[in-house]
């Protein structure tokens, strides 16, 4: 269905709000009704979505998320090189992307997007995965290791019951994600099986508010396309809870895009620009500017600073994106 076809089911029925708390898998005209109603709710002054999401029978919050970077258990092997160990469990799990509009994720510990890992450029990464569901499943690093560690077919996709440790050494440093790589890929990556990795370099950064933004979408009939869309899982999370930051402290976001069914995505802040350091992979900016398109895996870092309070809103330069959950605000003090 064509985003014509799209808009007008947003049109066609009533909200979420008298779902009851019933899951929806196939209601896509009461999906986008609901998704209509919050988004103009918003952009007539509303400070929040119509209803809210039950963050804790999610088991995750999304402003724990943008900030709970994991540097796992640490301990020094002989030559005195840090270890990070980490556990991971594939599991099944009913989330809520939308208030009363629920989605049967595949999950990492549980949460989409699954745990953030952080090391610095150096250090052995240890993560043993258990694999708890119906499905073979794997972790597939971007960044550098060996063929045995590739998460790939026949390379580290343990099957059900099944347990896998990947070890390798985290390099380059940048801004980088894992994500599961069994066929059919669409599906394992669209279902939630997927985080953000990054790798600090040794002589680190200037001091800054770090947080990381994933863009995920959701296809809650599975037709191939998306209802609904979302920073880091909740349809207009940062709407209902904007993220809150100092107006002079220098902000930090690593940007992941992992939006499935869709070629691209985006994010726009607005009343300020950003420097662009693509891929982390660098100490020096590539650019200064205030919007970047970015297709899926792609993922980069930005730093700004907003010179006085307000609330500033950003969000996806497609309107169809905003319009089904994907804006947010900063709240600056």
Same mark, same amino acid.
């Given at each position: 269905?064509?985003?014509?076809?799209? *808009?007008?089911?947003?049109?066609?029925?009533?909200?979420?709000?008298? %779902?009851g708390?019933?899951?929806?898998?196939?209601?896509?005209?009461v999906?986008?009704?609901?998704?209509?109603?919050?988004h103009?709710?918003?952009?007539?002054?509303?400070?929040?979505?119509?209803?809210?999401?039950?963050?804790? *029978?999610? @088991?995750?919050? /999304?402003l724990?998320?943008?900030?709970?970077?994991? @540097?796992?258990?640490?301990?020094r092997?002989r030559?005195?090189?840090?270890v *990070?160990?980490?556990?991971?469990?594939?599991?099944?799990r009913?989330?809520?992307?939308?208030? @009363?509009?629920?989605?049967?994720?595949?999950?990492?510990?549980?949460?989409?997007?699954? +745990?953030t890992?952080?090391?610095?450029e150096?250090?052995?990464?240890?993560?043993t995965?258990?694999?708890?569901?119906?499905?073979?499943h794997?972790?597939?690093?971007?960044?550098?290791?060996?063929?045995?560690?590739?998460?790939v077919p026949?390379?580290?996709?343990?099957?059900?019951?099944?347990?896998?440790?990947?070890?390798?050494?985290?390099?380059?440093?940048?801004?980088? %994600?894992?994500?599961?790589?069994?066929? +059919?890929?669409?599906?394992?990556?669209?279902?939630?099986?997927?985080?953000?990795?990054?790798?600090? /370099?040794?002589?680190?950064? /200037?001091?800054?508010?770090?947080?990381?933004m994933?863009?995920?979408?959701?296809?809650?009939?599975?037709? @191939?396309?998306?209802?609904?869309y979302?920073?880091?899982?909740?349809?207009?999370?940062?709407?209902?809870?904007?993220?809150?930051? *100092?107006?002079?402290?220098?902000?930090?976001?690593?940007?992941?895009?992992?939006?499935?069914?869709?070629?691209?995505?985006?994010?726009?802040?607005?009343?300020?620009?950003?420097?662009?350091?693509?891929?982390?992979?660098s100490?020096?900016?590539?650019?200064?500017t205030?919007?970047i398109?970015?297709?899926?895996?792609?993922?980069?870092?930005?730093?700004?600073?907003?010179?006085?309070p307000?609330?500033?809103?950003?969000?996806?330069?497609?309107?169809?994106?905003?319009?089904?959950g994907?804006?947010s605000?900063?709240?600056?003090?």
């Amino acid at each position: 269905m064509g985003s014509v076809g799209r *808009r007008a089911f947003l049109k066609r029925v009533g909200t979420a709000s008298a %779902l009851g708390g019933a899951a929806v898998l196939a209601g896509r005209d009461v999906v986008k009704a609901a998704l209509q109603e919050q988004h103009a709710h918003a952009a007539h002054g509303g400070h929040g979505p119509v209803g809210s999401v039950d963050h804790v *029978r999610n @088991g995750f919050d /999304p402003l724990q998320i943008l900030t709970d970077f994991d @540097g796992g258990v640490t301990s020094r092997d002989r030559s005195g090189r840090t270890v *990070r160990e980490y556990e991971f469990v594939a599991s099944n799990r009913e989330i809520e992307v939308a208030p @009363g509009i629920f989605f049967p994720a595949w999950t990492y510990n549980g949460r989409v997007p699954g +745990p953030t890992i952080r090391a610095t450029e150096g250090d052995r990464v240890r993560i043993t995965f258990i694999n708890a569901t119906d499905h073979r499943h794997s972790i597939h690093f971007h960044g550098f290791h060996s063929a045995g560690m590739d998460g790939v077919p026949g390379a580290g996709d343990p099957g059900p019951g099944e347990t896998f440790v990947y070890d390798f050494i985290a390099e380059p440093f940048g801004t980088h %994600l894992y994500h599961c790589h069994t066929v +059919p890929l669409k599906q394992h990556i669209h279902r939630g099986l997927y985080g953000a990795f990054i790798v600090d /370099p040794k002589r680190g950064r /200037p001091e800054a508010n770090e947080m990381v933004m994933v863009m995920n979408a959701f296809d809650t009939n599975f037709d @191939g396309e998306n209802e609904i869309y979302a920073l880091n899982s909740i349809a207009f999370g940062y709407v209902e809870q904007p993220i809150p930051i *100092r107006a002079g402290d220098l902000q930090r976001a690593h940007v992941v895009n992992v939006t499935e069914f869709d070629p691209i995505n985006s994010i726009h802040l607005h009343a300020n620009f950003f420097d662009l350091y693509r891929t982390g992979t660098s100490l020096e900016p590539d650019e200064f500017t205030d919007i970047i398109s970015m297709g899926q895996a792609e993922r980069h870092m930005i730093e700004f600073t907003y010179r006085e309070p307000g609330r500033f809103m950003f969000h996806a330069h497609q309107t169809e994106f905003v319009e089904l959950g994907w804006l947010s605000f900063f709240e600056v003090t």
